[in-house]
C-alpha cells in the first residue's frame, strides 16, 4: 500500500528553525511552529500550489498571527522572504 506522504529534504542549517519538540511518554517528537509551516508552504508552492500557502496565511492572520514574527522567521529563507512579504502586503 502507499501512504500519502512526500518526503522533502530541508537543509542541515535550516532545519531547527521554528522546531519545537512536544515531550509525550516514552517519545520526543520534533513539530513545526505555525510560522515555520506557512513558510514552508511557500518555499513548497512548485509542488503544492501557490493556494495553500496563501490560504495558511490568511488562516494565521485570522487567529491572531503577527506579520513581524513570521517575517522575523522568514529572515532565514531569504528565497521566500519576498514572496510572503509581498502576500501579507496584499492581505492587509
Do not use: C, N
Given at each position: 500500500?502507499?501512504?500519502?506522504?512526500?518526503?522533502?529534504?530541508?537543509a542541515t542549517n535550516t532545519?531547527?528553525?521554528?522546531?519545537?519538540?512536544?515531550?509525550?511518554?516514552?517519545?520526543?517528537?520534533?513539530?513545526?511552529?505555525?510560522?515555520?509551516?506557512?513558510?514552508?508552504?511557500?518555499?513548497?508552492?512548485?509542488?503544492?500550489?501557490?493556494?495553500?500557502?496563501?490560504?495558511?496565511?490568511?488562516?494565521?492572520?485570522?487567529?491572531?498571527?503577527?506579520?513581524?514574527?513570521?517575517?522575523?522567521?522568514?529572515?532565514?529563507?531569504?528565497?521566500?522572504?519576498t514572496t510572503i512579504r509581498?502576500?501579507?502586503?496584499?492581505?492587509?
Open positions: 500500500t502507499q501512504a500519502p506522504v512526500q518526503w522533502h529534504h530541508f532545519f531547527d528553525v521554528g522546531r519545537d519538540t512536544l515531550q509525550a511518554p516514552g517519545a520526543s517528537i520534533g513539530i513545526y511552529s505555525p510560522e515555520r509551516s506557512i513558510i514552508d508552504a511557500f518555499r513548497l508552492q512548485h509542488h503544492e500550489g501557490p493556494e495553500l500557502a496563501r490560504d495558511a496565511l490568511k488562516t494565521w492572520l485570522r487567529r491572531g498571527g503577527q506579520p513581524s514574527t513570521l517575517l522575523k522567521l522568514a529572515d532565514a529563507f531569504p528565497r521566500t522572504l509581498t502576500t501579507l502586503e496584499i492581505l492587509l
